[in-house]
């Protein structure tokens, strides 16, 4: 993954630039990743708010997780893409969409989480590490 790379939303009304190598790129099973995606995972870049900069509006809506701490899901007013998250249990990361980025041919994914709630028709045979929930640490 480059150490600068960029992305948005389907119209290009909200984009993104970040200066940073992601801290995680992972698969998300998780049943509201399911549920807002349409699919059984979301695929996420885990990266520094300070080396990321977000221009153009967003809606959000706020769900609890697991944790009972808030995740903001921010979308495109426009077009509806999902573009990003913010988690109260990681304050200093936002969370961006892979199927956001303008290139997400170098993506090199870390790890599987919550893969409890894994569609059982889903098999995992790429070798990564998979969590139930979120790893620790």
Known sequence: MPDAFEGGCHCGAVRYQCQATPAYTFYCHCSDCQRTTGSPFSMELMVERS??????????????????????????????????LECDSDPDYYFLKVGS???????KPDMHIFTAAKQPWIEISDGLPQFAGMPEG
């Open 101 to 107: 980025l303008d290139d997400a041919s170098q993506i």
């Open 51 to 84: 080396k990321t900069e977000i221009s153009g509006r967003t809606s959000e809506y706020v769900i609890a997780a697991g944790s009972g701490k808030p995740v903001k899901r921010h979308f495109c007013p426009a077009c509806g893409s999902g573009v990003y």
